[in-house]
């Protein structure tokens, strides 16, 4: 809620949004929430070979205070998910949710009692990642997708715009039953 | 005083006024505790934190710097694998054991087939290739699984180097990972009767290669380490367990060798052929974290000699087979990379839709429906990168198991960590997780 | 006290099952796909399939199992040793529950025995065996003479109560607590039997049979695929 948000809607705002996506993209800091097998994908991607500080994503933030990305890496179990909304509480605002792997996107192959199916039923997910688990290359892939996110979020009145807009759309969405047509 | 915080507040207890504090400043928790005569404070080490080696939750009990009373929070990654497992069939179920201890599936994988190879009554059906497959790929398994365990354990006590290092070897193992069965981690690969496929073209030139790269930068982690002041002063006598407390609770793996004692699966209860390879059980008489450290490192150069020894093994067994030839047990499917990067070998697949209406029904019937394992119980331990694995498996003659429960090292170890860590100093903690090498997901399952 | 079970029936199924003679029937599996009853024309209906585990063994066991045998039912008296298993060669003893601790102890202290390493405890539930719907199974290991062993116990649904081994061997502490929270068997004696895996205020005791996978609807466009343990399966 800073200034920058009470910015009236048009070109200035616009100009603001481009300029601060631009800075926020090429900062972004993520949490560690590493959980399983994910998690060691995630750390490969920070060593060497892949080598995320090309992205200035190297620093991996133990603190969630100081964190703008929480990359859920793994299966969250049923004892694991009030843990994670509360680092996800603790974040400061800007910030985004990466769901690296199938488990964290949608629960993947343990459809059971002790597994969330889908960390979206515990925190906003801005971006999925498919995978079991994905490959360094596919999380440097989401990064880049993440980044272009924010580089084109919108601030302020703008977004206010857009989110009613989603919402209108979401409210007259037809369930996924109710679809027609192919698998995709 | 933490009144806005949800997180952070004060209750009531039997045992007197609880504060929660989530990171204020301390002054104001001081303030806030008023005349309350006791304090005792007790800090939540985890689930999230970057050193506690995954989800672990340490609950440590703080005077000062010393840790009082330490105990362990764990099922944060509980998983319900092997609730799941029961509604699959046999073959499925190596797809879900692999992702359980996710540093060494290759060690969940062939324990829990050579526990479904004991009810089928096939142990001794196994062909040669397989089982030398099996060792190749747990050896280099073996190799991955310690490189992490000494690379997070130096990011964790701050050498960022050996982390870096660390992965830059994993690496190279993961793509002769890849290259052998076509994943970098959770495989799949050895299945009841043997293993999914066979040796892609080219693959032992890598293994030779990967030999080469590994004799030449193995010896980088004994330079950075061995006699590092630094490396010494973290982990020289701490975490101390010795010979007596290992058995009373039940420790296995590198942390009861690092006691001088070379207890090793493969050499005293041989499977997959161990008996025949030539290497030898590491060990060292300090009882500490860096006698921990000092075994891995040697069992990697030992894993190393075992690597080569498969490589030239392999070399006189091309075209051999690699699956069980009881046709009612092993996958039907020839596998063979197509053009398109997928897909099975085309005369397989003209001879099972063309030519063999049977041979479509059997392909049918073993895919969708499985094999049947006659009912009982086994269990054969094998010993994984962290100690003695074994998958109790019992079966009611049907094509599913009828519950799968596995003894994993994590789990077992883990139990070792209070005894190791109370009395002496938090950042002493670290360093005594780090050197029992506990994977979570091999905890929980 | 080793070939009590009550009916020995052969082995009848196609599937292989019962091969060892004495095999005791546990359940009898009806059907397939969920056909049952009257209106079945598929003749999936009336396939039945009889559950037998292996039974009791007689003497000669073979190899070194006689003697630790024996030299067992000397040190723990008469009764304590139900049953005795070799299958796959693999001995599992049948443990009477209120032997267990004692038979630990000899197994762990006799110096022809000795089997010093616990290897853990798990769960495994059998609703239709009345009477003996839970077993806990117990896997020890003997460095010394480079053996193993599994001993079983069983406790009926409505009393699930077995002692603690926690004071013979310090690392069931947490195997115990893991049988305890998937199964609900009450580990008398134990220090802390809590919930380990699963969150304290969980609900039931999930690996057992008679509670669900838990599993949800998977929907696609125009499709829903329920979870594996409502699907029509092999049985």
Redesign the interface.
């Known amino acids: 809620m800073g200034l920058e948000e009470q910015l009236p809607a048009g070109v200035l705002l616009g100009t603001v949004e481009g300029l601060l996506g631009y800075m926020r993209k090429a900062s972004l800091w993520p949490a560690?929430?590493?959980?399983?097998?994910c998690?060691?994908?995630m750390?490969?991607t920070g060593?060497?070979?892949y080598d995320a500080a090309r992205f200035g994503m190297e620093v991996?933030r133990?603190?969630p205070?100081q964190a703008d990305l929480m990359i859920v890496a793994?299966?969250v179990?049923?004892?694991?998910a009030p843990?994670?909304r509360?680092?996800y509480?603790?974040m400061a605002n800007p910030k985004w949710v990466l769901a690296m792997g199938v488990c964290a996107s949608s629960?993947g192959?343990?459809?059971?009692?002790?597994?969330v199916?889908g960390v979206d039923h515990v925190v906003p997910v801005d971006m999925y990642l498919p995978g079991?688990?994905p490959?360094p290359e596919m999380l440097l892939d989401a990064f880049l997708k993440i980044h272009d996110q924010i580089q084109h979020s919108k601030l302020g009145a703008h977004k206010l715009a857009l989110q009613n807009e989603q919402e209108a759309a979401a409210l007259t969405a037809a369930?996924?039953?109710?679809?027609?047509?192919?698998?995709r | 005083m933490t009144t806005t915080d949800p997180y952070a507040d004060a209750r009531s207890t039997t045992e007197g006024k609880v504060f929660t504090v989530t990171g204020q400043d301390w002054d104001s928790v001081v303030a806030g505790l008023g005349e309350e005569p006791e304090e005792r404070v007790v800090v939540n080490m985890g689930p999230q934190h970057p050193s506690t080696h995954g989800v672990l939750r340490l609950i440590l009990e703080l005077e000062g710097e010393t840790v009082t009373e330490a105990r362990c929070g764990i099922g944060y990654l509980h998983t319900g694998i092997e609730k799941n497992m029961e509604f699959r069939s046999w073959t499925q179920g190596v797809t879900f054991v692999t992702r359980m201890d996710y540093l060494s599936p290759f060690y969940n994988e062939t324990a829990y087939c050579l526990s479904v190879e004991r009810l089928l009554g096939i142990e001794d059906q196994i062909p040669e290739k397989a089982n030398v497959l099996r060792v190749l790929l747990m050896e280099l398994n073996r190799i991955s699984s310690h490189l992490v365990c000494i690379a997070t354990g130096g990011m964790e006590i701050g050498a960022l180097t050996v982390m870096t290092i660390g992965f830059r070897e994993r690496e190279m193992t993961l793509d002769l990972f890849e290259l052998i069965t076509g994943l970098r981690m959770n495989h799949a690969f050895v299945r009841p009767g043997g293993v999914a496929q066979d040796l892609p073209a080219g693959a032992l030139d890598k293994i030779r290669e990967y030999i080469t790269w590994m004799n030449k930068h193995l010896p980088e982690y004994a330079e950075l380490c061995n006699a590092n002041p630094i490396f010494k002063a973290r982990l020289n006598d701490v975490g101390y367990l010795d010979l007596a407390g290992c058995m009373a609770l039940g420790i296995t793996g590198p942390t009861v060798r690092s006691t001088g004692y070379a207890l090793d699966l493969r050499k005293s209860q041989p499977y997959c052929g161990y008996e025949t390879y030539d290497f030898d059980v590491p060990t060292w008489d300090t009882s500490d974290s860096y006698g921990r450290f000092r075994v891995r490192l040697q069992e990697m150069w030992e894993s190393l000699k075992i690597v080569e020894q498969c490589a030239d093994r392999l070399e006189k067994m091309d075209g051999e087979p690699v699956m069980v030839a009881d046709k009612k047990i092993g996958w039907p499917a020839q596998l063979a990379v197509g053009a398109d990067g997928m897909g099975n070998s085309l005369d397989h697949i003209k001879h099972i839709m063309g030519e063999s209406m049977e041979a479509l029904i059997h392909h049918f019937k073993l895919v969708t429906e499985g094999f049947r394992v006659p009912a009982g119980q086994a269990y054969v331990p094998i010993e994984s990168p962290r100690g003695e694995m074994g998958a109790h498996v019992v079966s009611d003659g049907g094509t599913k198991p009828y519950r799968v429960h596995f003894r994993d090292p994590s789990f077992a170890n883990l139990q070792a960590m209070p005894i190791m860590c109370e009395g002496s100093q938090v950042a002493d903690v670290i360093v005594a997780v780090a050197s029992l090498d506990p994977v979570m997901g091999g905890v929980d399952r | 006290m080793s070939d009590s079970q009550p009916e020995n029936l052969p082995a009848t199924s196609a599937a292989g099952d019962a091969q060892t003679p004495g095999a005791e029937v546990i359940d009898q599996r009806e059907g397939m796909f969920g056909v049952r009853g009257t209106g079945d024309t598929s003749g999936f209906g009336g396939l039945k399939r009889q559950v037998a585990l292996p039974g009791g063994t007689p003497k000669p066991y073979g190899s070194w199992f006689d003697g630790a045998v024996d030299k067992l039912e000397g040190l723990a008296g008469e009764g304590a040793i139900e049953k005795v298993v070799v299958d796959r060669t693999e001995l599992t003893l049948h443990v009477a529950r209120e032997h267990l601790v004692s038979v630990a102890q000899h197994l762990r202290d006799d110096e022809t025995l000795r089997f010093e390493l616990f290897s853990g405890v798990s769960g495994v539930h059998y609703p239709q065996e009345t009477g003996r719907e839970l077993h806990a199974v117990y896997h020890l290991a003997s460095i010394t003479h480079n053996r193993r062993i599994r001993l079983e116990v069983s406790a009926p649904d409505g009393d699930a109560h077995i002692p603690s081994v926690c004071s013979v061997y310090p690392a069931a502490d947490w195997h115990e607590r893991e049988t305890w929270d998937f199964f609900g068997i009450v580990f008398d004696g134990h220090p802390a039997l809590t919930r380990i895996q699963m969150p304290d205020d969980w609900p039931g005791h999930p690996q057992r049979k008679d509670y669900p996978l838990g599993g949800i609807d998977v929907e696609y466009k125009g499709a829903v695929i329920p979870p594996p343990d409502t699907r029509r399966s092999y049985n």
């Open positions: 560690t929430f590493g959980l399983a097998c998690a060691i994908e750390m490969t060593a060497p070979r991996f133990a603190s205070r793994g299966r179990s049923q004892k694991m843990v994670l509360q680092i509480d603790q629960g192959m343990f459809n059971n009692y002790a597994v199916q079991c688990p490959r369930p996924t039953i109710e679809m027609k047509g192919l698998l």
